[in-house]
Every structure is written in structure tokens, then in C-alpha cells.
Nanobody
Framework: QVQLVESGGGLVQAGGSLRLSCAASGGTFSSYVMGWFRQAPGKEREFVASITGTDRNTYVADSVKGRFTISRDNAKNTVYLQMNSLKPEDTAVYYC???????????????????WGQGTQVTVSS
């Protein structure tokens, strides 16, 4: 079993920054593909960013490209989402996800991930 715990959310003014963390326990973290998704009120959950295991290849949604950066520290079993130049439309619950098995997958699809955190609220005021 893998447990994911997000932290770092909060209230920030537009233009500000936050860094989300997701600490993983159980399994071999360095081999997992890790992702961040978000869900705004009344909207479907959407892909934000992902990072592969040892190669650390990253993918970022167009809506946050140039503002958000995903990274990981395999020694700390933690993945991060650095969010800069935040906008009110970034307000959402942010979820961390892990893909723990091999195979072909599409990094932006929720079904590619088999473990999820409980989410952390990010609110950006205008």
C-alpha cells in the first residue's frame, strides 16, 4: 500500500507563489510516476503536471506552463509542485497521485494512477 499526503496549500493573493508537497510512504517511490491534478468547484478534475521516476521527465498542462514546476526528491520520497504567478482560476483542490506499475500509459489520464492523496486546498484571491 502506498500513502500520499499533500501539504502546502493555503490562501494567496494573485501573483503570489505556493509550493505543494506530497510525501509518499510504502513501496519504491523512485520508480513511481507522480502526478498532480486539481479540481475546481463545479468542474472536473484536471491534469496539472507529472514526473517520471528515475529519468524525471516532466509534463505540464498548457494552462500552467511557464508558471508551475514539478520536481521530486527521491531521497525524501516527496514530489513538489512549485506554483508561481498564481491566478484566481488556479483556485482548486490539488491532488497528488502515484502510478506504481509498468506499462503504457497517458500521463494526463486519471486512470493511469492507482494511488491518490486526500487533496490540499489552494485559494487565490484577486
Amino acid at each position: 500500500q502506498v500513502q500520499l499526503v499533500e501539504s502546502g496549500g493555503g490562501l494567496v493573493q494573485a501573483g503570489g507563489s505556493l509550493r505543494l508537497s506530497c510525501a509518499a510512504s510504502g513501496g519504491t517511490f523512485s520508480s513511481y510516476v507522480m502526478g498532480w491534478f486539481r479540481q475546481a468547484p463545479g468542474k472536473e478534475r484536471e491534469f496539472v503536471a507529472s514526473i517520471t521516476g528515475t529519468d524525471r521527465n516532466t509534463y505540464v498542462a498548457d494552462s500552467v506552463k511557464g508558471r508551475f514546476t514539478i520536481s521530486r526528491d527521491n531521497a525524501k520520497n516527496t514530489v513538489y509542485l512549485q506554483m508561481n504567478s498564481l491566478k484566481p482560476e488556479d483556485t482548486a483542490v490539488y491532488y497528488c497521485a502515484a502510478r506504481t506499475y509498468n506499462g503504457v500509459y497517458y500521463f494526463a489520464r486519471q486512470s493511469a494512477y492507482d494511488y491518490w492523496g486526500q487533496g490540499t486546498q489552494v485559494t487565490v484571491s484577486s
